[in-house]
């Protein structure tokens, strides 16, 4: 035979297994795809109180993974399998338009450029980087994040570089996964 836990708090009783149970509830309708606000509505709770729970139990989120890359042939194909894979920070360039991006700007503009750039980029847990190794130093110079060096070759790279889809997927899936492990 089990009974409730029970706690007072103040003038009221608190079933510990009540508030578990509910809680359970909430965890399972969201990990189901049921929204935030829909839960609150069945469970008839607020939407920010459901917002905290998931706050307060949170572990780790996924690791936050950005992509920099230039000059590539198909940067298309590379955006479109960051897209698929969820990735927020994608900047792939080719020859032309990375050449458009230093011409077109006075010295002190492309630079402070660069160093916003690097500021952005250091929110996130890891860069996948894929040109030449003058650019690998310079990130890890910068940079006090996990650098993913795909290296186009020697420096300096004049023409657009191919990269194989299929193992640029498998390696974004690599630190994906080891991210969702961590």
């Not at 023409?159 to 193992?167: A, C, N, S, T």
Request: some cysteine; hydrophobic content about 45%; charged content about 30%.
């Amino acid at each position: 035979m089990e009974f409730e836990r029970i706690i007072r708090v103040g003038d009221k009783l608190i079933s510990l297994d009540k508030a578990e149970r509910l809680l359970e509830r909430v965890i399972k309708m969201r990990s189901q795809g049921v929204s935030q606000q829909e839960v609150a509505r069945r469970l008839s709770l607020d939407r920010s109180f459901i917002s905290r729970l998931e706050s307060a139990g949170e572990i780790r989120k996924g690791k936050r993974i950005a992509v920099l890359g230039f000059p590539l042939q198909n940067k298309e194909t590379l955006a479109e399998i960051c897209r698929e894979m969820g990735l927020e920070y994608v900047l792939l360039m080719d020859n032309r338009e990375r050449w458009v991006l230093v011409k077109e700007k006075q010295a002190l503009d492309f630079f402070n450029q660069v160093f916003e750039m690097a500021a952005r980029l250091r929110e996130f847990d890891s860069l996948v980087l894929v040109t030449s190794e003058k650019w690998y130093r310079l990130a890890e110079a910068l940079l006090d994040i996990q650098i993913i060096f795909i290296s186009l070759g020697q420096t300096p790279v004049h023409e657009d570089k191919f990269v194989e889809p299929e193992k640029f997927r498998a390696i974004l899936a690599q630190i994906i996964s080891s991210s969702e492990k961590s």
